[in-house]
């Protein structure tokens, strides 16, 4: 970006997310299937567009009371995600800290707990928030205005962010709004500019086989590391609003908040299995599958990218037209309904992609 934009006058726009069939034409990658997670912020080369310099603290700065949102970064990386990173105590924050106690063998109290925080923060409690440098790569863009329409959306060469702070919001696994409150008024955004960021740290550029989508770039856009633990079954809990993650020892390694089914699409209870992995996806719009369509809608075929209906993966199931994948919206994550198919923020879809493949179980269940 040639001017740098005040941050107040970028707040992105809201739209609403619809899902139907998978492109199932592509499968993962291989080399994808690694154990790891993520890591914290790191010396990254120059070039690298998607490596943030962290800026030290002002002399005589005040310290910050962020406990909560501290709390949220750390469940973040051990991959019990509270969602959006806010600083808030909502249900997605309860229900990771509930994932996150029962993985350990914790009493599940769903608060944050002495014992809770000394098992999560460990020898070296990373901070809630840093101050960091945005790479003139990373501001560079391209951006563009989504439209709400699908068959507006369909004569976009790619669906990516609308504006710098979108984007800098799911690379910091937040949204513009919290990046608004952890900033003076005065911020401004542009290549080399610094701002304060929830504490969520750099991934380098995947090096993928036949990645012709830039599942790499995607990851590092993320923060998302490739390798991640493998899960031998995943279980989708309506009653608890979560997508949970378990190993062949049946221990629960990760849990992601999720949005799953409506009255008119109930989620569809059972035992189905995941059929195949789009990343970086097609999203191939059949106004004939949605109760709500516009009867002037015509099909459709809209090119990947984050503010896609699907965001930026599709985890496909053996139950036809049903799938887990990404969104535009990561807000409305657990707070609104969907057409059937689980909804998770862009991060935490890209990670369970890691860590599933196609032959993976997965429980639906009320």
Known sequence: MKNHLLIFALLCTACKVSVTDADESRRAPSGTEQSGGQSAAAAQPAADPFAFAIV??????????????????ALDRAGFSPGVLDGKEGMSFTAA??????????????????????????????????????????ARGPFSNVPKDLGEQAKLPALGYRNLIEKLAERF???????VALNSPSTKLGPGATMR????GNQPVARIEGDERGWGNTLASLAVAKDQPQADHIVVDKSDGVLRVFDAQNGLIAQFPATMGSEHDPLPIGTWEIKGISRNPDFHYNPD????????????????????????VWID??????????????????????????????????????????????????
């Open 56 to 73: 030290p603290e002002p002399t005589g700065a005040p310290a910050r009371a962020d406990s909560i949102l501290q709390a949220q970064v």
């Open 97 to 138: 800290l509930l994932g996150f106690q029962e993985a350990k063998g914790l009493p599940e109290t769903g608060k944050y707990d002495e014992a809770t925080a000394k098992a999560l923060m460990g020898d070296r409690p990373p901070p809630a928030t840093w101050l960091v440098k945005i790479p003139e790569g990373f």
């Open 173 to 179: 696994h937040t949204k513009p709004e919290v990046l």
């Open 197 to 200: 960021v929830p504490a969520v």
């Open 289 to 312: 599958l949605f109760w709500d369509a516009d009867a002037k809608d015509q099909k459709a075929v809209l090119k990947p990218g984050p503010n896609g209906p699907v965001g930026v």
């Open 317 to 366: 199931l053996s139950k036809q037209h049903y799938g887990i994948h990404g969104t535009p919206e990561p807000q409305t994550i657990g707070r609104t309904e969907s057409h059937g198919c689980i909804r998770l923020t862009n991060w935490d879809a890209a990670r369970l992609a890691q860590m599933v493949k196609s032959g993976v179980k997965a429980v639906f269940q009320a």
